[in-house]
Nanobody, 126 residues
Framework: QVQLVESGGASVQAGGSLRLSCAASGYTFSRFCMGWFRQTPGKEREGVALITSAGNGGYAGSVKDRFTISRDNDKNTLYLQMNSLKPEDTAMYYC????????????????????WGQGTQVNVSS
């Protein structure tokens, strides 16, 4: 079955960097859109970035120019490089797969993604 496993979350100071990884298995990773989302207690899950099967990325305005999404289709792994981290980036980060249509990405909303990992926690202190 589909499995998504995130890693790389940690506690860092503002201005620091982290790289999150998401290992995918159970389906043909290279064919489908992938996304990163984040959530804090009491708030809805928020889209951070997504990437098409061809490697074209899209970002939420709050992270654009600081975060970079990428994928290695040979390793079935999704990445999120996070630079210039801010306290407001503190959240549980989830990777997700959109497997309804090959190649294309939907809008960056959680309801469009059907497969999810368990999350990895990122804490940014000021």
């Amino acid at each position: 079955q589909v499995q998504l496993v995130e890693s790389g979350g940690a506690s860092v100071q503002a201005g620091g960097s982290l790289r999150l990884s998401c290992a995918a298995s159970g389906y043909t990773f290279s064919r489908f859109c992938m996304g990163w989302f984040r959530q804090t207690p009491g708030k809805e899950r928020e889209g951070v970035a997504l990437i098409t099967s061809a490697g074209n990325g899209g970002y939420a305005g709050s992270v654009k120019d600081r975060f970079t999404i990428s994928r290695d289709n040979d390793k079935n792994t999704l990445y999120l490089q996070m630079n210039s981290l801010k306290p407001e980036d503190t959240a549980m980060y989830y990777c997700a797969a959109h497997r309804h249509y090959e190649s294309l990405c939907p809008p960056l909303r959680a309801t469009h993604f059907g497969d999810w990992g368990q999350g990895t926690q990122v804490n940014v202190s000021s």
